[in-house]
């Protein structure tokens, strides 16, 4: 495996599940990112970890909870979700988080909430 | 508030024309300026970016992009468009924080006519 990888590619949910997404990378990086990408809205940062420890949490509503367990994973557990969170949810890294750094991204989750 | 526009929603060009896609930003200051493109069912990929000194940068895949400080603007353009280049391309500032704090604009579709 090379680059971020993302699983799974889909997930449909009704709003009563737990779930969670995963994302791994094989870069050595040790900054790693969660983004949502709405249907015509800009992509939005959701949380940041550097270096294991959580450094944005980007007013996101607590049914999304983020875990990030080692700079090469990172998590997304997510519970009663409501219909509007369906999106495509992308996991991104960069080499050591200072400003400039080129993410690299996850082909994503596309999540659907029933 | 830092912001990223892309004034053009969805652009068609033909196959071998010549493309600008257009970027404001809004920031305090001179952040770093990216563009990704993402191809379907695809994460982002980084085209090129600036961080300081020569405004006119080159990245992949034949595109160039100038940094013009007193428009706050970073245009992407390509000489000659390929089938190939069509799909979504996003501008973006890096904002000058303790971490890697990437903020993205709406997107630009881009169709390309054989």
């Known amino acids: 495996e090379t680059g971020v990888t993302q699983t799974p590619r889909h997930l449909v949910m009704g709003m009563t599940n737990k779930k969670s997404l995963k994302c791994e990378q094989h870069?050595?990086?040790?900054?790693m990112y969660w983004y949502k990408q709405s249907a015509k809205k800009p992509l939005e940062l959701m949380f940041v970890?550097?270096?294991?420890?959580?450094?944005e949490n980007n007013s996101v509503p607590s049914r999304f909870s983020p875990e990030c367990p080692n700079s090469s994973h990172l998590f997304l557990h997510l519970h009663t979700l409501q219909p509007e969170d369906s999106a495509l949810y992308l996991c991104?890294?960069?080499?050591?988080?200072?400003?400039?750094?080129?993410?690299?991204f996850g082909s994503g989750t596309q999540l659907s909430v029933l | 508030a830092q912001s990223v526009t892309q004034p053009d929603i969805h652009i068609t060009v033909s196959e071998g024309a010549s493309l600008e896609l257009r970027c404001n930003y809004s920031y305090g200051a001179t952040p770093y300026l990216f563009w990704y493109v993402q191809s379907p069912g695809q994460g982002l990929q980084l085209l090129l970016k600036?961080?300081?000194?020569?405004?006119l940068v080159q990245g992949i895949k034949g595109f160039e992009a100038e940094f013009k400080r007193s428009q706050s603007s970073f245009n992407l353009r390509k000489p000659s468009v390929h089938w190939s280049d069509a799909a979504e391309y996003f501008c973006?500032?890096?904002?000058?924080?303790?971490?890697?704090?990437?903020?993205f604009g709406p997107g630009t579709s881009l169709s390309v006519i054989p």
């Open positions: 973006a500032v890096g904002l000058k924080t303790s971490y890697d704090k990437v903020i």
């Open positions: 600036y961080f300081s000194g020569d405004t």
């Open positions: 970890y550097s270096l294991e420890e959580r450094v």
């Open positions: 991104a890294s960069s080499q050591d988080g200072r400003p400039g750094g080129e993410l690299f």
């Open positions: 870069l050595g990086h040790n900054a």
